[in-house]
């Protein structure tokens, strides 16, 4: 992974932060986010296949906390030890599509 501007995993955050219930949010096309991001409401989280990376610096990249949450066409990568990283943590009850 390359490090991604600051202002694009911070404005990911903000779009996160400030999304309704069941909204898509749509993640620019060649980007990368550095997380972790958490999902704490059902939200359709979109990408462009590994075109949008999201990933973690020895983190889960997405922290999924609630149901009803959707991932679509996301790349998720654990940077820091790709081969024994979680790049996605769901708590429980909490099942991504």
Known sequence: MTDAPRSTALQLHHRLAQ???GERVE???GCEYEGPFFL???LHLVGHGPATQVYG???PALVVRTAGVRLER???ADSY???TGVCLLAAAGAQPD
Do not use: E, H
Request: proline residues 11%.
């Open 81 to 83: 030890s790709p081969d």
């Open 27 to 29: 993640l620019a096309f």
């Open 57 to 59: 610096r020895g983190c």
């Open 74 to 76: 996301l790349g998720l």
């Open 19 to 21: 999304a309704r219930s």
């Open 40 to 42: 704490d409401q059902p």
